[in-house]
């Protein structure tokens, strides 16, 4: 039951005007606590004190009188100072005991123990010379003794005056006083749980007005300006929050252009498909060449399709998350030969030379179907972008961290305002030139994709009309980041084995 209630606690989780409260709580109680108990103790104590010293004095006073007359000497005993005896036991709601050198009760307030013997501890020590007071607080009195000398010159000790008081009135007193300061506690009480109450809500203000903010987003409403200043915390939250969503929208606004740009792409061919038909079919007494003419134009604008929708399908898939590398080692020098033994015939047609400058051998983990395609698009474009007799030069190199690719052309270039956009889906400087060379404008972007699932980077350096320099840098050993495997053999049906294969 007990953890049925705390696993209820941990998933809704407690206010945090709850702790707040319970904090302003104790910090204001703790203080006031100790403070009365104190008060309360030292108030009662020095009210005995006071009784003590109060009683003390008029037994002097009469001790010092009964000295002088002779008290403890039967013969000149003074009935005044029996009197006196009797009303400062009453004043005081006590008893007053005269004890002569034999420690016999000579006198007795209550009447009771005239002729006994009285032995107690302070008339012992009184007899010695020290006199002093006893408070037994638990029988609620105190007792006090105090010495009784001859009127010879040495001061003996004639006697001992025992005076003994209730203090029971004064606890009493105590007592009332301390209820009256209760109330005023209680009341004080009930004042600080409504300021904790208060103080606790007015500090949790800015995090509720923040959670408004923040459920207004959540209803989907992204245009919302979240700023809450009022402390560092809120005001980290809110730029955090604010950051985030400008994220979300900028993937929103890319989702949207993503989706106008493969709309506009995929139907470009067929409305190149549809203006051939018509024509052919508007047309009479077609000459078979004619036909044939447009219908290579036709099976071209097809094939222009399923290349787009290849490519769209192999950059959605890697996309997904599910998207795995089938990762294993690889002789680079390998792979990178035989791209360029496969891209050599296209080479030769546009009349470009295609070197490969192998620093030292290289093998690597990675994925060979992925990697092959990322630098089949990077090698394929410096010969598609390059001039007549122009040269592509491949090299790789490696450090004891990353092997590196490097695709240098002596093509067409880019210029620098393009640069940082050719890696973006559907990217293209000049559109017509791309077209006339098969291109979908997806190539850099899967190449980019490729690249950074195997953690590596890709760095363009071009000048327009000199040629340009495509850098890749791939860590030589795979490590997966935590959560993701890197050795499912999916890579196969994601990627086309051959792209951009048709020239
Ligand atoms: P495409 O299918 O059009 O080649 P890519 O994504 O491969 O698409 O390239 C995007 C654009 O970048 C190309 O259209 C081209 O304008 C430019 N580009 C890519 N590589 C080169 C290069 N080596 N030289 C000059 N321009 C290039």
């Given at each position: 039951?007990?953890?049925?209630?705390?696993?209820?606690?941990?998933?809704?989780?407690?206010?945090?005007?709850?702790?707040?409260?319970?904090?302003?709580?104790?910090?204001?109680?703790?203080?006031?606590?100790?403070?009365?108990?104190?008060?309360?103790?030292?108030?009662?104590?020095?009210?005995?004190?006071?009784?003590?010293?109060?009683?003390?004095?008029?037994?002097?006073?009469?001790?010092?009188?009964?000295?002088?007359?002779?008290?403890?000497?039967?013969?000149?005993?003074?009935?005044?100072?029996?009197?006196?005896?009797?009303?400062?036991?009453?004043?005081?709601?006590?008893?007053?005991?005269?004890?002569?050198?034999?420690?016999?009760?000579?006198?007795?307030?209550?009447?009771?123990?005239?002729?006994?013997?009285?032995?107690?501890?302070?008339?012992?020590?009184?007899?010695?010379?020290?006199?002093?007071?006893?408070?037994?607080?638990?029988?609620?009195?105190?007792?006090?003794?105090?010495?009784?000398?001859?009127?010879?010159?040495?001061?003996?000790?004639?006697?001992?005056?025992?005076?003994?008081?209730?203090?029971?009135?004064?606890?009493?007193?105590?007592?009332?006083?301390?209820?009256?300061?209760?109330?005023?506690?209680?009341?004080?009480?009930?004042?600080?749980?409504?300021?904790?109450?208060?103080?606790?809500?007015?500090?949790?203000?800015?995090?509720?007005?923040?959670?408004?903010?923040?459920?207004?987003?959540?209803?989907?409403?992204?245009?919302?300006?979240?700023?809450?200043?009022?402390?560092?915390?809120?005001?980290?939250?809110?730029?955090?929050?604010?950051?985030?969503?400008?994220?979300?929208?900028?993937?929103?606004?890319?989702?949207?252009?993503?989706?106008?740009?493969?709309?506009?792409?995929l139907k470009t061919p067929i409305t190149s498909i549809r203006v051939l038909a018509d024509s052919l079919m508007s047309m009479e007494d077609v000459p078979v060449e004619l036909y044939r003419e447009f219908m290579t134009d036709i099976s071209d604008e097809i094939d222009r399709e399923s290349k787009i929708i290849?490519?769209?399908?192999?950059?959605?898939?890697?996309?997904?998350?599910?998207?795995?590398?089938?990762?294993?080692?690889?002789?680079?020098?390998?792979?990178?030969?035989?791209?360029?033994?496969?891209?050599?015939?296209?080479?030769?047609r546009?009349?470009?030379?295609?070197?490969?400058?192998?620093?030292?051998?290289?093998?690597?983990?990675?994925?060979?179907?992925?990697?092959?395609?990322?630098?089949?698009?990077?090698?394929?474009?410096?010969?598609?972008?390059?001039?007549?007799?122009?040269?592509?030069?491949?090299?790789?190199?490696?450090?004891?961290?990353?092997?590196?690719?490097?695709?240098?052309?002596?093509?067409?270039?880019?210029?620098?305002?393009?640069?940082?956009?050719?890696?973006?889906?559907?990217?293209?400087?000049?559109?017509a030139?791309?077209r006339e060379t098969g291109?979908?404008?997806?190539?850099?972007?899967?190449?980019?994709?490729?690249?950074?699932?195997?953690?590596?980077?890709?760095?363009?350096?071009?000048?327009?009309?000199?040629?340009?320099?495509?850098?890749?840098?791939?860590?030589?050993?795979?490590?997966?980041?935590?959560?993701?495997?890197?050795?499912?053999?999916?890579?196969?049906?994601?990627?086309?084995?051959?792209?951009?294969s048709k020239r």
């Open positions: 039951m007990l953890g049925f209630i705390k696993e209820k606690k941990r998933k809704h989780g407690v206010s945090m005007k709850v702790p707040l409260f319970l904090l302003f709580l104790f910090i204001g109680f703790l203080p006031m606590f100790v403070l009365g108990k104190l008060t309360d103790r030292s108030f009662r104590q020095t009210q005995i004190d006071s009784r003590v010293i109060e009683v003390q004095n008029q037994c002097l006073i009469v001790s010092n009188k009964m000295s002088r007359v002779g008290y403890m000497n039967e013969d000149s005993r003074d009935s005044t100072v029996d009197v006196e005896l009797d009303t400062i036991a009453d004043i005081f709601n006590g008893r007053i005991v005269v004890v002569n050198k034999n420690f016999k009760v000579i006198k007795d307030t209550f009447r009771l123990a005239e002729g006994r013997t009285h032995v107690a501890e302070e008339v012992i020590r009184c007899f010695q010379g020290e006199s002093g007071s006893r408070l037994e607080r638990d029988k609620h009195y105190f007792a006090l003794a105090v010495p009784i000398y001859d009127n010879t010159e040495e001061k003996n000790i004639d006697g001992v005056l025992v005076a003994t008081a209730s203090t029971e009135n004064l606890m009493d007193m105590a007592q009332r006083v301390s209820e009256k300061a209760s109330f005023f506690l209680l009341m004080t009480w009930w004042i600080l749980i409504l300021a904790a109450a208060v103080l606790s809500v007015v500090l949790m203000g800015p995090f509720a007005r923040l959670q408004k903010m923040l459920n207004r987003v959540a209803e989907g409403n992204l245009d919302e300006v979240i700023s809450e200043n009022a402390y560092k915390e809120t005001r980290e939250i809110s730029a955090a929050v604010q950051n985030t969503m400008t994220k979300l929208k900028t993937v929103d606004q890319s989702r949207d252009e993503f989706v106008s740009n493969v709309s506009h792409e290849d490519d769209l399908l192999s950059l959605v898939k890697m996309d997904k998350s599910v998207a795995e590398l089938n990762v294993t080692q690889l002789d680079i020098n390998g792979l990178v030969q035989q791209i360029l033994k496969r891209l050599r015939p296209i080479a030769r546009r009349n470009v030379e295609l070197i490969f400058e192998s620093i030292r051998e290289v093998t690597a983990d990675a994925d060979e179907v992925k990697l092959s395609l990322a630098i089949n698009n990077l090698v394929e474009n410096a010969i598609k972008y390059n001039v007549e007799g122009g040269w592509v030069r491949v090299t790789l190199d490696a450090d004891h961290k990353f092997f590196f690719v490097k695709v240098s052309d002596s093509g067409i270039g880019i210029p620098e305002e393009f640069q940082e956009h050719v890696f973006e889906r559907f990217y293209r400087v000049d559109k030139r791309s291109g979908t404008g997806l190539g850099l972007a899967i190449t980019r994709k490729v690249i950074l699932m195997h953690h590596g980077a890709v760095r363009l350096a071009s000048k327009e009309g000199e040629g340009s320099t495509f850098t890749v840098r791939i860590p030589l050993n795979y490590i997966p980041y935590s959560g993701q495997s890197g050795t499912n053999a999916s890579s196969d049906e994601t990627l086309p084995r051959s792209h951009k």
